[in-house]
């Protein structure tokens, strides 16, 4: 074994040692073998670490050590709105009223988080200016999926059985095609034009009788505007399509425009992003779901309603789509979430959305003369730069993305959105300040002249992680996805 | 306006505004067309100082009911257990939780490796040879093991026993809908999966057959005959199962289960109303390529150093968009981290004895309730959930045991019409003999009370 490696927990174990304490037993010790009949009981026990508790705190703590997340240092991931997880949801999540309550206590002994799941929807329709709000879906693509889904229901309830078909832009997150496979729809992909956005004619082309949806983010994955937006609804609407809003991208337009009012029939939020979730090394999420008046009766059930003064749950909801998560979403997020529009209310959410979209375009313009940037227009929330002009001269987006990890930051997004060559999408958020967004220009500026002068350099980037470049074919090739004893 | 996570300030905002060459952020807005602006504020609550909202919201946490000021006997796949409170000190250190998906291995080595134990650990618990890096709950796991069974074996029916967690079931629906695929309930008998009623309706259309270990009422089925039954057919067995249940059971991996899936949500998480919890998806060596959501694998970089990367991403959404196995992005990466602490703090031992210590105090409680004269439903072998027949509504005896400090268990005629007044109790290591004595005796005297007055 390599003298670096950090020991996996499975080889820092020693039999005898352990890091628990249980409850005393106090009701009377029965054999296994009375309990439990002969082929139900486990013949090899399950090989988990034998270690103390200082051992795990000693564990966790070398790989938190190895790990960037937004409070170790920039981390401008477009797409993923990486701002600042306020202190406050962490401690309000942990209440012991709200972390260990039951989700089949009766209703009369959690009406208080019940008042605040119905505060959010409230809150949440007119932030999106949808109508009805739910809470279930898990995350973004679940969002997406159960949107679909409530479409599809609303098209067979009018007998509408033809239409099979979702519209979905070349420039959006791949969650919007797999959602409408998972939905059972076939994906039909409309081009952009010349200028970043939706090509109307395209769109005018392909949609028709069999239109389910145009699955929309606006601003989109390259962060603009889709101005024509009123002509499109008008389009997918003029054939009796719905239109759905992708709501990845929100903190660019709070208080500046509101999916319900562009014509959206229904939206996804993902609250681990626009409302500081957080993250979580990848989840957990929470992706509500807003949809206008026709779309009610289908909204996964239940469905939260207030009943003389009381909160309840109600079930009998015939047209429902049923189902789409146990119990009632993620809770532990959406009150995060819920805890940070509190904390920043109508006016705060409006600065969010000024200062998020001017700190965009802030780095995009001091960037400019050093990339290409294949949409030079204002951009919303975040901005995409191509690679082009350095992969002439031998260096390519990856390994500038590399480079910046010297620097302490996380890169962007990279080959993302598809429409861009050697793409690198970048999205500050509201919650860094201007002595941070200069100093990652001034890292960027000086890749780009390490890129003229000492390509190496930036070729061979990282040099200061804890490991360089890891061989991915080898990982696919043969998969090693589980710790074996040797 | 100053808030204290915008640190703008207005010279700042100046002299961006400059260097972008125009006077106002409104210029920025300016492609929304106008009859569609939004003009003014959100007509929502006005913004809270810190102390002022720490307050509203610890009054709204009071008004409920929890398991910490109550003895809670409510299971139903959501349990109160022994949380080692290691957890949350590991899970509090921000570097996990304000990071995102490890796009970048360099710099996401910690997320990654704690994420690789995770899959060993669970790959271990359930005797299957692959895990993945979570889904977000049982319930979304059983339906997605569903439909990649269907995409497999290009058969378009599921065969669901009726012992399957109700709302597990309902999600199956909800997604087998969506994919045209036909889902038909195994009945129970006697409070396990009828075999018969298998026999009966397994055909070479089944695509898979599912079924829970230990099963919604809390009985040990004998799953291996079931699987047997379903590869007989050329079906996919699909096995869902509490993983805590597994430090003394029998692994789903050694009894003919293809797939198996649960909720690690008894390994260190927090019941937290329903979510968010943390789905667990395991497959055996074949299906390694069709398994939904993230994997992580094990490689080395240019110096012979062991790392860890996301892998087999020609599965996944970003990658394959409309072909990809499943829509799933975000998972529940932090509340995986938060089980495999619980399950290294419980480790080799404490994993059994904790699974141990919930059979012999839900035998306890059914030779209490059966030496009271109640009639304990179900007579196989159990877990931590025995059933009830209570004689009375069962939300008339909870509203009753509620007076008492005691949060009763679940309203079985919610769900299954032939089981009205029954009780569905869970018995976790957390409940003292104390709180067992005291259930027993509550409800033995309300029917008591009631049989007097029905006499």
Redesign the interface.
């Known amino acids: 074994m390599h003298k670096d490696n950090q020991p996996l927990i499975f080889e820092n174990t020693k039999e005898g040692r352990i890091g628990y304490s249980l409850p005393e037993l106090d009701v009377p010790e029965i054999d296994l073998s009375e309990l439990l009949a002969e082929g139900f009981v486990r013949e090899k026990v399950a090989e988990l670490p034998e270690v103390s508790e200082l051992d795990i705190m000693r564990h966790y703590t070398a790989l938190s050590n190895r790990n960037h997340g937004i409070d170790s240092g920039f981390y401008p991931l477009g797409s993923c709105t990486m701002k600042y997880n306020p202190k406050i949801n962490e401690s309000v999540a942990r209440f012991p009223g709200f972390a260990n309550i039951h989700p089949l206590q009766d209703e009369s002994t959690v009406q208080g988080a019940l008042e605040i799941m119905y505060d959010l929807q409230e809150h949440l329709n007119e932030i999106t200016g949808m109508d009805e709000v739910t809470l279930q879906p898990a995350a973004g693509a679940h969002g997406e999926w159960t949107a679909l889904m409530m479409i599809r229901a609303f098209h067979e309830a009018n007998g509408d059985l033809e239409r099979t078909k979702v519209l979905v832009p070349d420039s959006a997150h791949g969650t919007n095609p797999a959602s409408a496979t998972v939905a059972g729809f076939d994906t039909i992909t409309v081009k952009s034009n010349e200028n970043g956005l939706v090509d109307i004619e395209d769109l005018r082309a392909k949609v028709g009788p069999d239109t389910a949806a145009l699955m929309l983010t606006n601003p989109n994955t390259l962060g603009l505007f889709e101005e024509d937006i009123l002509e499109m609804a008008k389009i997918v609407h003029g054939v009796g399509g719905k239109l759905y809003y992708d709501g990845a991208n929100l903190n660019a337009v709070m208080s500046k425009v509101r999916p319900g009012d562009m014509g959206f029939d229904a939206v996804h939020l993902n609250l681990h992003k626009t409302f500081t979730g957080p993250h979580g090394g990848g989840g957990p999420g929470s992706g509500p779901v807003g949809v206008k008046k026709e779309l009610i009766p289908y909204l996964p059930k239940p469905v939260l309603i207030k009943k003389d003064n009381t909160l309840t749950f109600e079930y009998d909801r015939p047209q429902s789509i049923g189902r789409v998560k146990p119990f009632y979403g993620n809770f532990g997020i959406y009150l995060r979430a819920y805890t940070y529009i509190r904390s920043m209310g109508p006016d705060g959410l409006k600065a969010v959305t000024e200062y998020a979209v001017l700190n965009a375009n802030y780095m995009m313009r001091r960037l400019e003369p050093y990339f290409d940037l294949p949409y030079s227009q204002h951009c919303k929330h975040e901005f995409v730069l191509s690679g082009r002009r350095q992969k002439k001269l031998g260096v390519r987006t990856l390994d500038m993305a590399k480079r910046l990890l010297d620097f302490g930051y996380h890169p962007p997004t990279i080959y993302f959105p598809l429409n861009v060559e050697e793409g690198m999408m970048i999205e500050p958020t509201e919650t860094e300040s201007k002595e941070t967004l200069d100093d990652f220009i001034e890292a960027m500026i000086q890749i780009t002249k390490e890129v003229e002068e000492n390509p190496e350099v930036v070729q061979n980037a990282p040099h200061t992680t804890v490991i360089s470049r890891l061989d991915e074919t080898k990982a696919a090739r043969q998969p090693v996805l589980r710790y074996i004893k040797k | ?1 100053n ?1 204290r ?4 300030t207005e010279t ?2 100046d ?3 400059q ?3 125009i006077t106002s ?1 409104d ?7 106008e ?4 003009k003014g ?8 100082s ?1 102390s002022s ?2 307050k ?14 109550y003895a ?1 006997f ?1 299971g ?3 349990y ?1 257990h ?1 949380k ?1 409170i ?1 957890v ?3 899970i ?20 990654l ?5 995770f ?3 669970i ?3 359930t005797g299957m040879d ?2 993945n ?2 889904m ?5 796991a059983l339906a997605e093991a569903g ?1 990649l069974a269907s995409g497999h074996t290009r058969r378009k029916k599921l065969l669901v026993s009726e012992t399957i ?1 109700p ?2 079931r ?2 199956v ?3 087998a ?4 695929i036909e889902v038909v309930t195994i009945p129970h008998k006697n409070g396990i999966t009828d075999v018969a009623a298998l026999n009966e309706l397994i055909d070479e259309n089944t695509a898979a057959v599912l079924v829970q270990y230990p099963n919604f009422f809390g009985q ?1 089925e ?1 799953i ?1 005959k079931i699987g047997e039954i379903t590869h007989d057919n050329g079906g996919l067995f699909v096995v869902s199962s509490n993983p805590l249940a ?6 789903p991996g ?1 009894l003919g289960a293809d797939i198996t899936v649960g909720d690690a949500q008894p390994f260190g998480i ?7 919890h ?1 789905g667990y998806f395991a497959v055996n060596k074949k299906l ?1 390529r069709k398994v939904p959501g ?16 996301l ?4 599965r ?9 196995t ?10 995986a ?1 938060a089980a495999s ?1 619980a ?12 699974a ?2 919930n ?3 839900t ?2 409680a059914k030779n209490e309730f059966e030496k009271a004269g109640l009639n304990v439903k179900f007579d196989g ?1 159990h877990f931590n959930e025995i059933v009830i027949d209570c004689k009375m509504p069962v ?1 008339e005896m ?2 009753h045991l ?1 007076t008492k400090g005691i ?1 009763g268990g ?1 309203d079985l005629g919610l769900t299954y019409p032939e089981l009205a007044n029954h009780t569905l109790i869970a018995v976790t ?2 409940r ?2 104390e709180e ?1 004595d005291a259930l027993v005796q509550e409800i033995d005297a309300l029917v008591q009370e009631m049989e007097a007055l029905h006499a």
Do not use: W
Request: aromatic content about 10%.
């Open positions: 306006m808030h996570y915008i640190p703008m700042d905002r002299e961006m505004l260097t972008i060459g952020v210029e920025l807005f300016a492609d929304i067309p009859e569609v602006r939004f504020e959100y007509k929502i609550k006005k913004a809270k810190e909202l720490i509203e919201l610890a009054q709204l946490a009071a008004k409920n009911a929890d398991a910490r000021s809670s409510l139903a796949g959501v109160d022994y080692p290691i949350d000190h590991v509090s250190r921000s570097e996990f939780y304000t990071a995102y998906t490890p796009y970048q291995p360099e710099i996401s080595q910690g997320e490796q704690a994420i690789f134990e899959q060993t650990m790959c271990e618990l692959i895990a890096s979570s977000y709950d049982g319930g979304t439909t967690h709302e597990a309902d999600v629906q909800a997604y809908f969506g994919q045209s040990i004998d291996e597994l430090g003394v059971l029998t692994p050694k927090s019941e937290s109303f329903g979510g968010p943390c390694m993230r994997l992580i694998g094990e490689t080395t970089d240019d110096e012979g150093r062991r790392g860890y990367v892998t087999l991403q020609a996944e959404q970003h990658i394959r968009r409309e072909k990809a499943s829509n799933i992005c975000s998972n529940q990466a932090l509340n981290l602490v399950m290294t703090a419980l480790g080799k031992v404490g994993t059994q004895e904790i141990y210590q059979i012999v105090k035998r306890y072998a939300k909870n509203a509620f949060l679940y290591e957390q003292t003999k067992i």
